[in-house]
């Protein structure tokens, strides 16, 4: 569908309509009572979601970020799937899958009482999709916007045979500064240090990074916090459907070293991923579906204190 026919089938008067967005790639703009936000359909990706009267986007997007064919725009929340990380069987396939470099479909738009509105966007097998991975399937994604955003990825099996996924919603957090922000609800957990060779080490307290980051968090609970001390704000995650959690955050070499990010990009995000990754693996067997969700809200009094 062209532009045209996306706002005829698909667009609601006061709240969601369809532009062309940066590279060209259709957007969905999304505004209502409760809060605004920006999906892109290429990667099917939430770029900017912010609730009224909050004065900083939830979401970072990178200055710098790629919005060409085939490349991974770097911010908001990019889908990884079927595959968390490198290609698990080395055969030089993408990292993090196949899905955030592809245009999905809009499956449905409305209203919802109360006042949010609900977006669904969708993506299935194809030849070229089966030459990658070969297995059939369709993927959901829910996107609900009101006083908070919620997600919910549904992966279901079309085949006749069981497929395993790992996978995330990659989200990248919008911070005032990283020396002054931690994650939090992690504590007495375990963790896969990818800087450090994949060793398994205890979370003793809060998080706090000083350093570069990439970590598997194990076990996880239902809830964490990112406390971002600069902007006085805590931003509350609630997540069903995964064991593990990934914090990661580049810090200055890797930032310099990115086409797609500023040299001090790293200041001013921090992801915390809702992830079935490393030992977390998902099977979904045929003709059944497997839901990952989140929500993400944001709290301007610490409710920590």
């Known amino acids: 569908m062209d532009l045209a026919q996306l706002n005829q089938a698909y667009g609601l008067d006061g709240q969601i309509s369809f532009g062309a967005g ?37 979401l970072f997007v990178s200055e710098t970020a790629y919005y060409q064919p085939g490349k991974a725009i770097k911010g908001g929340v990019p889908v990884c ?64 916007v009101g006083r908070t955003l919620q997600l919910m990825l549904s992966s279901r099996n079309v085949g006749d045979r069981p497929f395993d996924i790992t996978q995330a919603l990659h989200t990248y957090f919008t911070v005032g500064d990283i020396a002054q922000t931690t994650v939090q609800g992690l504590d007495g957990t375990t963790y896969i240090d990818k800087v450090d060779g994949q060793k398994v080490k205890p979370q003793s307290g809060p998080i ?44 200055v070499e890797i ?12 200041q001013q995000f921090v992801c915390v991923e809702t992830t079935n990754a490393a030992d977390d693996v998902v099977t979904v067997a045929p003709q059944s579906e497997y839901r990952l969700a989140v929500t993400y809200d944001i709290l301007m009094a610490d409710p920590l204190t």
């Open 22 to 58: 940066k590279g060209g790639f259709p957007d969905i703009e999304v505004t209502n009572d409760q809060a605004t936000a920006l999906i892109s359909l290429y990667g099917g990706q939430v770029l900017s979601f912010q609730p009224c009267g909050v004065a900083a986007d939830l």
């Open 81 to 144: 799937w079927p595959w968390f990380g490198p290609d698990p069987e080395g055969k030089g396939r993408p990292s993090h899958g196949f899905v955030r470099n592809r245009l999905w479909q809009v499956q449905s738009t409305q209203g919802l009482p109360g006042g949010a509105t609900q977006v669904v966007l969708g993506l299935s097998d194809t030849d070229e999709t089966r030459e990658l991975w070969p297995h059939a399937f369709e993927l959901a994604l829910e996107i609900t």
């Open 208 to 251: 706090a990074i000083a350093g570069e980051v990439d970590r598997i968090y194990q076990g996880v609970p239902s809830e964490l916090m990112i406390v971002d001390g600069a902007s006085d704000r805590q931003i509350r995650i609630t997540s069903t459907g995964n064991q593990t959690a990934v914090v990661w955050n580049p810090w």
């Open 255 to 266: 930032s310099k070293q990115s086409g797609d990010l500023t040299d001090d990009a790293y």
